[in-house]
Nanobody
Framework: QVQVVESGGGLVQAGGSLRLSCTASGLTFDDYAMGWFRQAPGKERDWVSCIKWSGTSTRYADSVKGRFTISRDNAKNTLYLQMNSLKPEDTAMYYC???????????????WGQGTQVTVSS
């Protein structure tokens, strides 16, 4: 059974940093592309970033480019999202997702975590 679990969310002041983690089990982690999504209250879930199975290719939404960094440690079955220069508009539930594709997709992920809340105060 595949399980995807996020951690690392919390409350931070604007301009601060957080690092989210996501561990996946029940799958061969390095066969999967991984992605981060977020959903603010009353809004649709948005794609944030993705990383190819090998870690050699990454993509970012324009809203986070230059501030967020996605990375993965295949030996630990763990995905990360380093978030710097946080803004109040980054406040959302952040979700990790996995999909067994060779590229870095923005949609169509098959496995999802339950999310971790990030709140940025002004």
């Amino acid at each position: 059974q595949v399980q995807v679990v996020e951690s690392g969310g919390g409350l931070v002041q604007a301009g601060g940093s957080l690092r989210l983690s996501c561990t996946a089990s029940g799958l061969t982690f390095d066969d999967y592309a991984m992605g981060w999504f977020r959903q603010a209250p009353g809004k649709e879930r948005d794609w944030v970033s993705c990383i190819k199975w090998s870690g050699t290719s990454t993509r970012y939404a324009d809203s986070v480019k230059g501030r967020f960094t996605i990375s993965r440690d295949n030996a630990k079955n763990t995905l990360y999202l380093q978030m710097n220069s946080l803004k109040p508009e980054d406040t959302a539930m952040y979700y990790c997702a996995a999909d067994p594709v060779a590229y870095c997709p923005r949609e169509g992920y098959g496995y999802w975590g339950q999310g971790t809340q990030v709140t940025v105060s002004s």
